[in-house]
């Protein structure tokens, strides 16, 4: 049994809990909140666009590609951003807590980005599979947090700009043997880091008559007050049993297999799941819920028309599309629409949960129909579908997507005519549009 606990602590234990390893897993995990922040914004003002924004529709894989990062740079913030809390976990617990001024933003930007970040992950991937087991509305959420996580970020990172710079660059970070160098003293700002390593050093040398190690000669005395409580306790019993890797070359190949553990685990969870959104990395999509090809029309779905409550008026063989501009109206049967001149497009149907997949699709071109009505070109469309209630029962469509001509009301997809579950009698498909703004079961097209 003790075998197995000092087993079991040597492998929890680290040599890499340093400013170094912090500033390493910070600056990438950074890049993949930018990056989320970035795309995630594109995705939201396709869907809640300002009056004045007009959006590219070439090339049409835009949005698949912009979304499919976005979910993708999600989920390989996930064991980048536990890498990061291994490596800084003590000095979360450091008491006192607050021991310069600048650290009262330091300790709330940090408490704040990781209890923001934790929510944002795991609802957010709990999205992609579309279970949604809390009272909030995800949407709002997940826009709202992304700024919050944004701005407590900027604020540590302004507080920690001196610690981050001096550890940027490895060889400013080890000596020649590869032991840490610590931050000078005069990093005022950095000096909670600075003493938690020390602590560190004093820690183990106040257990030093116990251990066959030899005290480390470059931790000079501090009267740096201990880490306490519960957690700090058994944060310090646990890096004591790997006293014996104070020896830099060890300490080494241990940085070096954890910075590879996590690099493993990221490029795993991207190739893994990253198929859901990328052709290429089809075969290997083990964890992305949704698996291309299968489905009705070879397509998956989402919001099956049993959810929408359009199953008889879907199937209505009164089922009519109306067209308005102003007083002008015009509607239209299954069978009209099939006698009019008809449209083939190859675009992608690309959804916000990150799934994407292009099919063949066939229908009336949209500009054609709204010259029937004399819709003028530069005016915006709204789409109502047959659905009773839901989010995205009312979609607005700008004139760059109203005007193009790749923008089809769709009868069929992949050879055949459209199953209900993606939209029969019509639905709308347009180039570098969110899934959930290509309207199903379309029933109202008016020019506003």
């Known amino acids: 049994m003790r075998r197995l606990l000092l087993t079991l602590r040597t492998a929890a234990s680290s040599p890499v809990r340093n400013a170094r390893s912090a500033t390493v897993l910070g600056r990438l995990l950074g890049a993949a909140f930018l990056i989320c922040l970035l795309t995630g914004l594109y995705s939201h003002f396709l869907q809640e666009p300002a009056s004045w924004m007009r959006f590219p529709t070439s090339p049409v894989w835009l949005y698949q590609v912009t979304q499919g990062i976005h979910i993708t740079a ?27 001024p600048v650290q009262v933003l330091e300790r709330a930007s940090i408490a704040l980005f990781v209890a923001t970040s934790v929510l944002q992950l795991v609802t957010g991937l709990l999205n992609t599979y579309q ?69 560190l050093a004093r820690m183990r040398r106040d257990e030093a008559p116990t251990s ?35 020896d830099p070359a060890r300490a080494r190949v241990s940085r070096r297999g954890f910075f590879g553990a996590v690099g493993a685990s990221t490029v795993g969870v991207v190739a893994l799941t990253a198929g859901q959104s990328f052709t290429p990395l089809q075969p290997l999509n083990a964890f992305g819920p949704r698996q291309r090809g299968i489905g009705p029309n070879d397509l998956p779905v989402n919001r099956t ?31 009209d629409l099939e006698a009019m001149a008809q449209g083939d497009e190859r675009l992608p149907i690309s959804c916000v949960e990150g799934w994407s997949q292009t099919a063949h699709w066939r229908g009336p071109r949209l500009v054609e129909l709204m010259a029937l009505v004399g819709a003028p070109a530069d005016r915006s469309l709204r789409v109502t579908s047959l659905e009773a209630k839901g989010g ?19 009868l069929e997809v992949n050879g055949g005519r459209l199953d209900i579950e993606h939209g029969y009698p019509a639905r709308m498909i347009a180039p570098g549009r969110p899934g959930v703004l290509q309207t199903k079961w379309l029933s109202l097209i008016e020019v506003i």
């Open 305 to 335: 028309a049993s959810a929408a409550k359009v199953l008889e008026t879907a199937m209505d063989p009164d089922w009519q599309l109306t067209i308005a501009h102003g007083e002008r109206t015009m509607a239209f049967t299954a069978a």
């Open 74 to 100: 999600g989920i390989a913030s996930i064991p980048l951003l536990l890498g990061k809390l291994h490596a800084v976990f003590p000095q979360l617990f450091q008491h006192p807590p607050v021991r310069h």
């Open 131 to 199: 279970w949604y087991p809390w009272p909030f509305p995800f949407k709002q959420v997940h826009f709202a947090l992304s700024f919050v996580i944004i701005g407590s970020l900027a604020v540590h990172i302004a507080v920690k700009l001196p610690l981050i710079t001096r550890y940027w660059r490895a060889r400013d970070s080890y000596d020649a043997e590869g032991r840490f160098v610590e931050p000078a003293g005069e990093l005022d700002p950095a000096r909670a880091e600075h003493e938690a390593v020390r602590e």
């Open 392 to 410: 995205y029962r009312v979609m607005l469509m700008g004139p760059e997507y109203a005007t193009d001509p790749a923008t089809l009301v769709a």
């Open 212 to 246: 066959t190690s030899q005290p480390d000669a470059g931790a000079a005395p501090t009267d740096a007050p201990q880490p306490r409580g519960l957690v700090g306790r058994v944060t310090r019993w646990i890096d004591d049993a790997r006293e014996p890797e104070r």
